[in-house]
Structures are given as structure tokens and as C-alpha cells.
T-cell receptor, first 113, second 114 residues
Framework: GNSVTQMEGPVTLSEEAFLTINCTYTATGYPSLFWYVQYPGEGLQLLLKATKADDKGSNKGFEATYRKETTSFHLEKGSVQVSDSAVYFCALTQGPGTYKYIFGTGTRLKVLA | GAVVSQHPSRVICKSGTSVKIECRSLDFQATTMFWYRQFPKQSLMLMATSNEGSKATYEQGVEKDKFLINHASLTLSTLTVTSAHPEDSSFYIC??????????FGQGTRLTVV
């Protein structure tokens, strides 16, 4: 069946460091891929998404590229800030217009000043 | 953007009691909502799909008599954990898709059964 695997946290970085959170997936067909972020005490917020191979999603300095050949959707940011401290979830759905998500375990990021 | 409100954010209950969790779409209508559960160090797992005006559909392995879902209006779905036990302690979160857009998630509910 479909699944998402993401690196375990917590990840602790200093401010302005480079961030990578790895995410790989197993799916049939052509899934849509997402990164969601959860700040303390809040719900999941969509950070970025990509719906087809080689698409790059980007938002707030974060980027992720849909790599079908490596079944990956790694999250990157060139320079993290303290305000980026949160839990990040990689997820997939079976395609645009479908809303049943399959999530990874989440990766907690802590950025130190 | 669209907002989904989930209440309560935290609840502690005694073993054997029932707990109700509400999920509201605040500025859009949702004929379908989804309920997820996350155990420590595990993924968020889909439990059930809540359908306005009809019965919920449950994922394999989820007890429908234990997790009662009611979607009585286009903006409200409720999940009731009946006769809760310590093993039901978990993080529950709902989502509501806005047609033509992505799904929006509530804040989640941390349930602790003592």
C-alpha cells in the first residue's frame, strides 16, 4: 500500500543554518505530495505541494521537488529562523481532488538563536 | 484562508467515560470531513470519513461502535470516543476539504484517558 517515510527528529539547528528533512514515498499511480507544518498549539498548515513529477513547491523560503525517479520529496530551506521551529509532516494523496492523506511520522525542528 | 476549528484541544477523562470532539469548518461548507489519529512516534492515520447526512465510513481496523461519528450539518462533525480506555489516549485531528482547494486541518485534540 501507499506510505510515506520521513526522517526522525528532533532536528536541532542554529539560526541561518541549512535545513534538509528527507521524505520518501511509496505509491501507485501519480500521487500529489505535500509538506504540512504544525506550530505549537496550532493545526496543520499547508506549507507547499507538488502534483506532478519535477514540480517544485515553494513557500516562505522552503522548497521541495517531486522526484519520481527517487520517489522523494525532500524539504529544504537555505537559512532557518527561530520562528521555523515546528513539526513538519510529509504527506501524499492519490492525486488532485482527493483528500485522504497518508502522512509521515513528522519531524520536529528546533532552531536555536 | 479557510479555517477549521477543533475543540477541545486537550482533554483528560476517566476510563469508562465518553468524550466528544468537535470539528467545525468556519467559513466554508464541508460535506465530507476526515478524522485522523496519531500515536506517539507514529504517523497520522486516517480513522474514518465523515459524510454529511449519511453514515461515516471507517478504515479497516477502526471500531465504529467505539468511535462514533456524526456529521449533522455542513459545518460540523463530531467524534465521540465511547467507553474510553487508556489505550485510546492519542492525538486526534480532523480535516475538511474545501472544494477546489486543499484540505484544511483542525488544531488537534490530545486525549488522555486515566
Amino acid at each position: 500500500g501507499n506510505s510515506v517515510t520521513q526522517m526522525e527528529g528532533p532536528v536541532t539547528l542554529s539560526e541561518e543554518a541549512f535545513l534538509t528533512i528527507n521524505c520518501t514515498y511509496t505509491a501507485t499511480g501519480y500521487p500529489s505530495l505535500f509538506w504540512y507544518v504544525q506550530y505549537p498549539g496550532e493545526g496543520l498548515q499547508l506549507l507547499l505541494k507538488a502534483t506532478k513529477a519535477d514540480d517544485k513547491g515553494s513557500n516562505k523560503g522552503f522548497e521541495a521537488t517531486y522526484r519520481k525517479e527517487t520517489t522523494s520529496f525532500h524539504l529544504e530551506k537555505g537559512s532557518v529562523q527561530v520562528s521555523d521551529s515546528a513539526v513538519y509532516f510529509c504527506a501524499l494523496t492519490q492525486g488532485p481532488g482527493t483528500y485522504k492523506y497518508i502522512f509521515g511520522t513528522g519531524t520536529r525542528l528546533k532552531v536555536l538563536a | 484562508g479557510a479555517v477549521v476549528s477543533q475543540h477541545p484541544s486537550r482533554v483528560i477523562c476517566k476510563s469508562g467515560t465518553s468524550v466528544k470532539i468537535e470539528c467545525r469548518s468556519l467559513d466554508f461548507q464541508a460535506t465530507t470531513m476526515f478524522w485522523y489519529r496519531q500515536f506517539p512516534k507514529q504517523s497520522l492515520m486516517l480513522m474514518a470519513t465523515s459524510n454529511e447526512g449519511s453514515k461515516a465510513t471507517y478504515e479497516q481496523g477502526v471500531e465504529k461502535d467505539k468511535f462514533l461519528i456524526n456529521h449533522a450539518s455542513l459545518t460540523l462533525s463530531t467524534l465521540t470516543v465511547t467507553s474510553a480506555h487508556p489505550e485510546d489516549s492519542s492525538f486526534y485531528i480532523c480535516s475538511a476539504p474545501e472544494v477546489g482547494n486543499e484540505a484544511f486541518f483542525g488544531q488537534g485534540t490530545r486525549l488522555t484517558v486515566v
